[in-house]
T-cell receptor
């Protein structure tokens, strides 16, 4: 079974600085997708960024980018120029393309942004 | 599109009562997921459907929980009888296919007294 590990329960960053959230996963599959979701205090789960495992190029969405290391099974999220609105819990998720679409989520990292 | 719609947004009930949570997925999405989120256990996948058919219900905690998807635009999660340990936020999510992004509803906050 696939597992997703977020080793940092909590992180903090100064406003305008850069922070990296780590995520590792364990799988024997070669075809899968990885996601980062943001959950602010409102509890709404919001997609931040998505990466296809077959793509070598790291995904980027404005201030958010990933460092995808397929061999190491690592998928970290970098937030540049952190803003107060970035404060939230961040979840890393794995989705299989060979296991009928089943998803596995990490335990989450709570990010605090200090003004 | 209005996104994934869940109702009710909040539910307070007494132990032993039946609770039904409802979900309307995004039109055209053929995967639907039910998750439960608690402080102790994090985000747990309870069950998911593909084209209205349950694919994996191994996350359903016990027989008190059941889920249905009678058509492409509606799913329900029922707890009967409810217990205080069922208190959680229940999310419904849908996706276009088995690899696309899951879009989450706003969640139902359930409190069982």
């Amino acid at each position: 079974a696939q597992t997703v590990t977020q080793s940092q329960p909590e992180m903090s960053v100064q406003e305008a600085e850069t922070v990296t959230l780590s995520c590792t996963y364990d799988t024997s599959e070669s075809d899968y997708y990885l996601f980062w979701y943001k959950q602010p205090p409102s509890r709404q789960m919001i997609l931040v960024i998505r990466q296809e495992a077959y793509k070598q190029q790291n995904a980027t969405e404005n201030r958010f980018s990933v460092n995808f290391q397929k061999a190491a099974k690592s998928f970290s999220l970098k937030i540049s120029d952190s803003q107060l609105g970035d404060a939230a819990m961040y979840f890393c998720a794995y989705r299989s393309n060979t296991n009928a679409g089943k998803s596995t989520f990490g335990d989450g990292t709570t990010l605090t942004v200090k003004p | 599109d209005a996104g994934v719609i869940q109702s009710p947004r909040h539910e307070v009930t007494e132990m032993g009562q039946e609770v039904t949570l409802r979900c309307k997925p995004i039109s055209g999405h053929d995967y639907l997921f039910w998750y439960r989120q608690t402080m102790m256990r994090g985000l747990e996948l309870l069950i998911y459907f593909n084209n209205n058919v349950p694919i994996d219900d191994s996350g359903m905690p016990e027989d008190r929980f059941s889920a249905k998807m009678p058509n492409a635009s509606f799913s329900s999660l029922k707890i009967q009888p409810s217990e205080p340990r069922d208190s959680a936020v229940y999310f419904c999510a849908s996706s276009f296919n088995r690899v696309e992004t899951q879009y989450f509803g706003p969640g139902t906050r359930l409190l069982v007294l």
